[in-house]
């Protein structure tokens, strides 16, 4: 099994257009432990702006914001 670069791919995921494929892509760091942090703080996101009736953009800013930040301190 390849070593995979956890922080990388969390900058990758925020780049993607679409959630669905962020979520194939944490398939890639599934095998991490964080991996389970990241699926419970997205779905968390997307409860918040569900309820609060936001657009889908302001919802994934607010993913792709929680995804660089947690590979900032991943690094750290």
């Known amino acids: 099994m390849t070593q995979v670069n956890v922080p990388t791919t969390l900058i990758k995921m925020s780049k993607l257009p679409s959630i669905a494929q962020k979520m194939l892509l944490l ?7 964080i991996a389970n942090y990241v699926c419970e703080g997205v779905s968390k996101i997307m ?4 309820k609060k009736r936001d657009s889908d953009l302001e919802m994934h800013n607010t993913i792709n914001l ?5 590979a900032d301190r991943f690094e750290k």
């Open 27 to 33: 398939d890639t760091i599934a095998s991490h432990p």
């Open 47 to 50: 409860d918040y702006h569900m």
């Open 66 to 70: 929680f995804l660089v930040k947690l």
